[in-house]
């Protein structure tokens, strides 16, 4: 992954902070520690921005658990793994049907952690990667006519131009025109990456 990671860790024992610092920083990845969740929330209405959170569940104040629940609702959202004692496992798969993207029993293996962290950021970026590109989509489809709108939806259908013009009542040299804005517009290559894009579209519509 080339671009660098940044997590948050958020424990209330200093030992398991002081470690796992030591040991991302050894392998690349930008570490910040916070004691408490509190803590952590103030960082981030600082405008800290992290790639994931890894936080132990039980701790003073805010729980593990509301802090997930926290980050989820949060405009910085990213994926949270948790650190669960044996008697937390309940919590801990409520809290993967919440949300929450892993969880490890404690005592857990640095290595494991470093790859689940490595999948939860990849599978973000690559989610938010997605949405940015269909919001683009989104933001090229509006700047269509209805006309052009329609076009567009009755081709990625699959209907030909003489069909397209029977059902909006247009002749097809009309519609040809349209169609070959609408993949200028759109930067279709060809007919199945409009089809490609008019699913992403509705899908974000």
Not at 32 to 38: I, L, P, Q
Not at 146 to 173: F, T, Y
């Amino acid at each position: 992954m080339s671009e660098q990671i940044h997590v948050a860790i958020v424990d209330d024992d200093v030992a398991v902070l002081d470690a796992l610092r030591a040991y991302f920083v050894a392998k690349g990845l930008a570490v910040s520690c916070f004691e408490t969740a509190e803590r952590f929330l103030t960082g981030v209405e600082g405008e800290a921005r992290f790639d994931c959170v890894v936080s132990d569940i039980r701790m003073p104040g805010i729980s593990g658990l509301d802090l997930a629940r926290r980050v989820a609702a949060g405009p910085g959202s990213c994926p949270v793994i948790l650190i669960t004692g044996h008697g937390d496992i309940d919590m801990a798969v409520s809290a993967i049907k919440g949300g929450v993207f892993d969880f490890l029993e404690k005592p857990f293996d640095e290595g494991r952690l470093l790859e689940a962290i490595r999948r939860a950021v990849a599978g973000h970026r690559n989610d938010r990667s997605e949405r940015e590109g269909v919001e683009r989509l989104v933001a090229q489809f509006n700047t269509l006519s209805n006309r052009q709108r329609q076009v567009m939806e009755h081709a990625a259908a699959g209907l030909s131009n003489k069909d397209i013009a029977a059902r909006l009542n247009i002749s097809p040299k009309t519609v040809e025109n349209h169609r070959a804005w609408v993949m200028e517009r759109m930067g279709a290559k060809n007919l199945a990456e409009l089809v490609h894009q008019a699913i992403r579209i509705k899908s974000r519509l």
